[in-house]
C-alpha cells in the first residue's frame, strides 16, 4: 500500500469515516484474556514482516503452548514460512475487501490480534473482522487506527522499527528479547548454481515503492564499485532482485563493461531460494530494502545504505553488519514508508565509493 497512492487515498478517505464507524461497535474489554489462540496481522512489506520475527519469538517464550496464526497479504505471504514459531499462516488478498473480510470471518475464533501495521487503517478493519475477544495495535500520529483496540501502543519515529514491534508486547509484560531471525530452507537449485563459487558477494541495488528511486544508489558508482572489490579480492557479484528488476540489472551489467564475473539472478529465483542464496554470501551491499533486512536476520555481514531513510529507524541489526547515512540537509526523513522531503533530494547520490568500499574492505 506504501507504493500506491490510490490505495493510500482509499485508505484515507474511506477508511478514517469506517474507523469511527466501527468503534462503535468495539467490546471495551479491559481484561486481557487467558491466550490460547493469538492472531497476527501483516498485510505487506517483507522487511518488516521480517522485523517482526523478532516480535514473535518474543511471544512464543510468553505462550509456548498458544498457537500463532499469521494472516498475511500478497507481497510478504512468502516469507512468513521461514519466520520461527509461527503455527499457521491464512493468506487474505488485501485489495479484494470483501474476500478477504469472508476468510477472516471463517478463520475462527482467537482470544487476541496482534495488528503489526504501523497506518493503514484497513488492517484495523481487517484485524476488527476476526472474531478476538481482545485487540492490540499501534497509537500512530494522525493515523486514527487506535479507536478499533482494546489497548494501542504508541509508534515512536525516535526508535528502531523493531523496538516499536517488541512495543506491542507491552500490554503482556514482555520480558524477551528475541533477536530477529529467519529459517534458511537448503535449495538444490541453488547449491547447482554455486557449485562455481566458494565465496561471492551480493549486490541489491533496487528498492520499491512508488518513489523507489531515492532509496537507490547511482548504477556508476556500484559498477565502480564492483571493479575496486573485483580487484583486491577476485571475488564474483551476484545482484538479486524481482522479476521486474532483470532488464534495468542487465541494462547496468554491460554498462560495467569488465570481464568481472557479474550474475544477474533477478526473478531467477524463488524468494525461499534467494534467502538461501544470501545466507552462504560473504558480504550482502544492499539499499534499504526487504532483502537487506533479510541478510540482517540470517547474521551475515551487511552493508546497508540509507539516503530518504535513517539506520536509526531502519538500519541492519546484527554484529556484522555497517550502516552508511547520506550526509547533507534533508535526508534520513521517511519513518512509515510513504513521506517525502518535497523537494525529492538525491541524498543517495552524497554517499561515495570510498565509503562502500572502505566498509566492505573492514568486513572481507
Not at 34 to 57: E, K, P
Not at 240 to 248: E, I, L, P, R, V
Amino acid at each position: 500500500m506504501r507504493g500506491s497512492r490510490l490505495l493510500h487515498n482509499i485508505d484515507r478517505y474511506i477508511g478514517i469515516p469506517a474507523l469511527f464507524i466501527l468503534q462503535l461497535l468495539k467490546k471495551n474489554t479491559k481484561t486481557i484474556p487467558q491466550l490460547n489462540r493469538i492472531a497476527i496481522l501483516r498485510t505487506a512489506a517483507i522487511g518488516d514482516t521480517v522485523l517482526l520475527s523478532a516480535m514473535i519469538q518474543d511471544l512464543k517464550d510468553l505462550y509456548p503452548s498458544a498457537e500463532i496464526v499469521f494472516f498475511a497479504g500478497p507481497s510478504n505471504h512468502g516469507v512468513v514460512s521461514l519466520l520461527p514459531g509461527i503455527n499457521n499462516i491464512m493468506f487474505i488478498p488485501v485489495t479484494k475487501v470483501i474476500e478477504s473480510i469472508k476468510t477472516l470471518r471463517k478463520s475462527g475464533n482467537f482470544d487476541l490480534v496482534i495488528d503489526t501495521g504501523q497506518w493503514p487503517r484497513l488492517d484495523a478493519i481487517y484485524s476488527f473482522c476476526i472474531k478476538s475477544r481482545y485487540r492490540i495495535g499501534f497509537n500512530t500520529e494522525n493515523q486514527f487506527k487506535h479507536y478499533l483496540f482494546n489497548t494501542s501502543v504508541k509508534h515512536s519515529n525516535e526508535i528502531h522499527e523493531v523496538e516499536n514491534f517488541r512495543n506491542l508486547l507491552t500490554p503482556l509484560n514482555n520480558i524477551y528479547r528475541n533477536r530477529i531471525r529467519l529459517i534458511s530452507e537448503k535449495s538444490v537449485k541453488v547449491d547447482v548454481f554455486l557449485e562455481q563459487y566458494k565465496k561471492y558477494v551480493i549486490f541489491h541495488l533496487w528498492s520499491g515503492g512508488s518513489k523507489a528511486y531515492l532509496k537507490e544508489w547511482p548504477t556508476e558508482r556500484w559498477a565502480d564499485l564492483a571493479h575496486k572489490l573485483y580487484n583486491k579480492h577476485n571475488l564474483p557479484i551476484i545482484i538479486t532482485g524481482s522479476d521486474k528488476d532483470f532488464q534495468a540489472t542487465k541494462s547496468f551489467i554491460t554498462e560495467c563493461r569488465s570481464e568481472i564475473p557479474i550474475h544477474n539472478l533477478c526473478g531467477k529465483f524463488s524468494l525461499t531460494e534467494t534467502v538461501y542464496l544470501i545466507s552462504k554470501a560473504s558480504l550482502l551491499i544492499s539499499v534499504n530494502t526487504g532483502v537487506m533486512h533479510i541478510g540482517s536476520a540470517l547474521d551475515i555481514p551487511v552493508i546497508d545504505l540509507h539516503g530518504p531513510t535513517t539506520a536509526l529507524r531502519w538500519g541492519a541489526l546484527n554484529a556484522k553488519s555497517k550502516s552508511i547515512e547520506a550526509k547533507g540537509e534533508g535526508c534520513g526523513y521517511i519513518n512509515l514508508g510513504f513521506e517525502s522531503n518535497h523537494t525529492e533530494t538525491n541524498c543517495m547520490a552524497n554517499i561515495t565509493v570510498e565509503e562502500v568500499y572502505n566498509c566492505a574492505n573492514s568486513l572481507l
